[in-house]
């Protein structure tokens, strides 16, 4: 069993004393291991942040001391009590009764005790004796407390009073979304209908927020993507004086070829307007204004120098060898490349990666627009089995590296999108409650991406904790599709999204694309196409490179790569297409549609059968 020691302690924080009691507490704790401690100040957060980051690591019982009294600095209790599940009152009171019997100030103490997911949190003095003496009355009947903590039921201790309770094994009995205190108990069919695609698109639809209008800088990363909330029109002409288009002389054109002086010199820079009469040329460079008066550019190559000024640095007369020079020649009118009053970009529109939109505000003097906010979104593994591949640690049996998250990560901020990374959850329900409450109102994410837990394992958590610990609405729990099948999408209040996806690699990002991309474009949005519920990646039709077996019962959506060959678009399996098998997504650049053989009538798609596919990236050469 784990123990982490946080003191909570001004003075000892900021180096002004040293810390007693880690050692005091370390010599008392017998077979406990002690796996951390710290020191924080007297607040809240710090205190919470340490004992939730400890929660997160499984540690078994924290201990903390100090802020327990009555000074008005001491607030360890109010900053423990939040955070508990339930109050474990029995150990509260053996402490206060331990040390009154040693001292009456022990009245003023005010310890709290209690679990959070599945750690005991227990607050102590901060001297250390008062710590060692409180730890010391409660000692004996904690590896009870924690024994039971670690079981899914605190009845397997008590084995006579579980007896009563063997009718539950019919889930007929359960309510539907019961987070069920005993696996005896569980569910042994999903209470969840398996609905279609299109019906889990209806819902998506229904319950995707509606977009918020934010005004955003033209040179913001974010902006590419977004869509344009308001028509934006020109408040100028572009170019708003008339410039000339190539380097060379400014002309009256009726005055026809010949050798004229030059009056004067147009720069492409801050100008005073110039004055050309008949027999004058002015010498020009591209994108100067042109001097009023002139109504032609000849280029410089058809022009001859006659003759120098004195000292010879400068132009004096030049020839016009060019015959048959029009009005207007070289020359961009006021407001031919963008009219005054006219529309840059329309409402709806899109804001490419290719700069083009940008390079259209700027040009009209707009440094700043309003578009739909796109929803940050937060994403959250969870698993007892998942080690963070970046922590470096060594896998024990039966733990996997989490390879969702950073899956999902790459993904999401791919699309354009703010991602908040909230790590991995333990699989118990305080620690599940803890993180997404967190992410909601502290982190003020729009949108919860989880995986794992969403299935028929005891340990599967998700749904129970959304709906009965959270509050939240499940508008569907499974979908008839392979893979992805539990995939689970819900709402918190009005204004929060989630989708608990399946941990198997491939069926979450599978989902990713199927489902909560969409989500994501409508709420940045973006119009569905014609006849279409929600806005999607590209579908485009493409021929099967070789015969693909159907699935019996689900609607699957396999990885393919798709290249062009003669005029049509091939799509190759990536291989084993197993749920676990995430190494089916490199090189896929599609998603192939494939109906259930049952629905189909055939248990195979034969070679150069055109289907649907969802390109999930580009089509590469
Ligand atoms: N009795 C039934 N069992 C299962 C059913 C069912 O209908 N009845 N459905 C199966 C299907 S389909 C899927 S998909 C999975 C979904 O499982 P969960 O969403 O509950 O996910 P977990 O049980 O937590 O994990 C499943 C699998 O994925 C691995 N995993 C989880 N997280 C990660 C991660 N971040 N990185 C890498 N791998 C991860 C995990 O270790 C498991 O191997 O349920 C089937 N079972
Ligand atoms: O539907 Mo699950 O995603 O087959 O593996
Ligand atoms: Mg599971």
Same mark, same amino acid.
């Given at each position: 069993m784990t123990v982490g020691i946080l003191v909570v302690s001004q003075s000892v924080s900021r180096g002004l004393s040293a810390d007693k009691v880690v050692d005091a507490l370390k010599q008392r704790l017998? =077979? @406990?291991? @002690?796996k951390a401690h710290k020191v924080v100040p007297d607040k809240k957060e710090d205190i919470q942040a340490a004992v939730l980051d400890w929660v997160r690591q499984d540690i078994k019982l924290i201990l903390t001391a100090g802020g327990t009294g009555f000074s008005k600095t001491d607030i360890t209790p109010e900053a423990i009590e939040p955070l508990l599940d339930r109050k474990a009152p029995g150990l509260v009171h053996a402490m206060l009764s331990y040390s009154l019997q040693i001292t009456p100030f022990a009245m003023l103490a005010r310890p709290v005790a209690g679990v959070c997911g599945e750690t005991l949190i227990v607050t102590l003095p901060g001297s250390p004796k008062g710590a060692t003496e409180n730890f010391q009355a409660i000692k004996e009947i904690i590896g009870h407390a924690l024994a039971q903590l670690g079981t899914e039921s605190s009845r397997s201790l008590h084995k006579e009073a579980r007896s009563g309770h063997h009718h539950h094994h019919h889930h007929g009995n359960l309510a539907k979304h019961e987070l069920v205190d005993s696996v005896v108990a569980r569910h042994r069919v999903s209470p969840y209908p398996a609905i279609s695609v299109d019906e889990a698109y209806s819902k998506i639809s229904e319950n995707t927020p509606g977009p918020e209008v934010i005004e955003v800088s033209i040179l913001e990363p974010r902006i590419v993507g977004s869509v344009v909330a308001e028509n934006v029109t020109a408040q100028m002409d572009v170019p708003n004086f008339r410039a000339s288009i190539v380097d060379g002389y400014a002309v009256i054109?009726?005055? =026809?070829?010949g050798v004229y002086p030059v009056v004067s010199v147009s720069h492409a820079s801050k100008n005073d307007q110039k004055q050309l009469v008949a027999g004058q040329i002015a010498r020009i460079t591209t994108g100067a204004p042109l001097p009023e008066g002139a109504d032609a550019v000849v280029m410089v190559e058809e022009t001859r120098l006659v003759e120098t000024t004195e000292g010879g640095s400068e132009e004096k007369l030049v020839e016009i060898l060019a015959k048959n020079v029009r009005a207007g020649e070289n020359i961009r009118a006021v407001g031919s490349d963008t009219r005054k009053e006219s529309l840059v970009l329309a409402k709806g529109s899109r804001i490419s990666p290719g700069g083009g939109e940008i390079g259209a505000l700027a040009s009209v003097g707009v440094n700043k627009i309003k578009v739909y906010r796109k929803p940050v979104i937060g994403l959250l593994s969870t698993g007892n089995e998942l080690q963070d591949v970046l922590a470096e640690n060594a896998l024990h049996y039966g733990e996997i590296y989490d390879s969702n998250r950073p899956t999902l990560v790459s993904m999401v901020q791919n699309c354009g999108y703010e991602v908040v990374d909230l790590g991995i959850a333990p699989d118990n329900k305080g620690s599940l409650v803890k993180i997404i409450r967190d992410a909601v109102d502290?982190?003020?994410?729009d949108c919860l991406i989880t995986t794992g837990g969403v299935s028929m394992g005891e340990l599967d958590l998700l749904k129970p904790t959304i709906e009965n610990e959270l509050h939240g609405t499940i508008h569907f729990g499974r979908v008839r599709m392979k893979p992805g099948k539990p995939t689970t999408f819900a709402t918190i209040g009005r204004s929060t999204v989630i989708f608990a996806l399946p941990g198997n690699p491939a069926s979450s990002s599978v989902c990713y694309h199927l489902f909560v991309l969409p989500c994501l474009l409508k709420w940045q949005g973006i119009e569905p196409a014609l006849g279409q519920k929600l806005p999607t990646e590209p579908i485009v039709k493409v021929k099967l490179a070789e015969d693909l077996k159907l699935d019996p019962q689900r609607p699957e959506y396999q990885r393919v790569s798709i290249r062009q060959r003669d005029m049509a678009l091939v799509a190759t399996s990536t291989g084993f297409q197993r749920s676990s098998n995430i190494a089916s997504f490199k090189k896929a650049n599609g998603l192939v549609c494939l109906p259930a053989a049952s629905d189909f009538g055939k248990t195979v798609l034969a070679t150069g059968t055109v289907v649907d596919a969802i390109l999930i990236d580009q089509i590469y050469m």
């Amino acid at each position: 069993m784990t123990v982490g020691i946080l003191v909570v302690s001004q003075s000892v924080s900021r180096g002004l004393s040293a810390d007693k009691v880690v050692d005091a507490l370390k010599q008392r704790l017998d =077979g @406990l291991e @002690l796996k951390a401690h710290k020191v924080v100040p007297d607040k809240k957060e710090d205190i919470q942040a340490a004992v939730l980051d400890w929660v997160r690591q499984d540690i078994k019982l924290i201990l903390t001391a100090g802020g327990t009294g009555f000074s008005k600095t001491d607030i360890t209790p109010e900053a423990i009590e939040p955070l508990l599940d339930r109050k474990a009152p029995g150990l509260v009171h053996a402490m206060l009764s331990y040390s009154l019997q040693i001292t009456p100030f022990a009245m003023l103490a005010r310890p709290v005790a209690g679990v959070c997911g599945e750690t005991l949190i227990v607050t102590l003095p901060g001297s250390p004796k008062g710590a060692t003496e409180n730890f010391q009355a409660i000692k004996e009947i904690i590896g009870h407390a924690l024994a039971q903590l670690g079981t899914e039921s605190s009845r397997s201790l008590h084995k006579e009073a579980r007896s009563g309770h063997h009718h539950h094994h019919h889930h007929g009995n359960l309510a539907k979304h019961e987070l069920v205190d005993s696996v005896v108990a569980r569910h042994r069919v999903s209470p969840y209908p398996a609905i279609s695609v299109d019906e889990a698109y209806s819902k998506i639809s229904e319950n995707t927020p509606g977009p918020e209008v934010i005004e955003v800088s033209i040179l913001e990363p974010r902006i590419v993507g977004s869509v344009v909330a308001e028509n934006v029109t020109a408040q100028m002409d572009v170019p708003n004086f008339r410039a000339s288009i190539v380097d060379g002389y400014a002309v009256i054109s009726s005055d =026809g070829p010949g050798v004229y002086p030059v009056v004067s010199v147009s720069h492409a820079s801050k100008n005073d307007q110039k004055q050309l009469v008949a027999g004058q040329i002015a010498r020009i460079t591209t994108g100067a204004p042109l001097p009023e008066g002139a109504d032609a550019v000849v280029m410089v190559e058809e022009t001859r120098l006659v003759e120098t000024t004195e000292g010879g640095s400068e132009e004096k007369l030049v020839e016009i060898l060019a015959k048959n020079v029009r009005a207007g020649e070289n020359i961009r009118a006021v407001g031919s490349d963008t009219r005054k009053e006219s529309l840059v970009l329309a409402k709806g529109s899109r804001i490419s990666p290719g700069g083009g939109e940008i390079g259209a505000l700027a040009s009209v003097g707009v440094n700043k627009i309003k578009v739909y906010r796109k929803p940050v979104i937060g994403l959250l593994s969870t698993g007892n089995e998942l080690q963070d591949v970046l922590a470096e640690n060594a896998l024990h049996y039966g733990e996997i590296y989490d390879s969702n998250r950073p899956t999902l990560v790459s993904m999401v901020q791919n699309c354009g999108y703010e991602v908040v990374d909230l790590g991995i959850a333990p699989d118990n329900k305080g620690s599940l409650v803890k993180i997404i409450r967190d992410a909601v109102d502290v982190k003020k994410i729009d949108c919860l991406i989880t995986t794992g837990g969403v299935s028929m394992g005891e340990l599967d958590l998700l749904k129970p904790t959304i709906e009965n610990e959270l509050h939240g609405t499940i508008h569907f729990g499974r979908v008839r599709m392979k893979p992805g099948k539990p995939t689970t999408f819900a709402t918190i209040g009005r204004s929060t999204v989630i989708f608990a996806l399946p941990g198997n690699p491939a069926s979450s990002s599978v989902c990713y694309h199927l489902f909560v991309l969409p989500c994501l474009l409508k709420w940045q949005g973006i119009e569905p196409a014609l006849g279409q519920k929600l806005p999607t990646e590209p579908i485009v039709k493409v021929k099967l490179a070789e015969d693909l077996k159907l699935d019996p019962q689900r609607p699957e959506y396999q990885r393919v790569s798709i290249r062009q060959r003669d005029m049509a678009l091939v799509a190759t399996s990536t291989g084993f297409q197993r749920s676990s098998n995430i190494a089916s997504f490199k090189k896929a650049n599609g998603l192939v549609c494939l109906p259930a053989a049952s629905d189909f009538g055939k248990t195979v798609l034969a070679t150069g059968t055109v289907v649907d596919a969802i390109l999930i990236d580009q089509i590469y050469m």
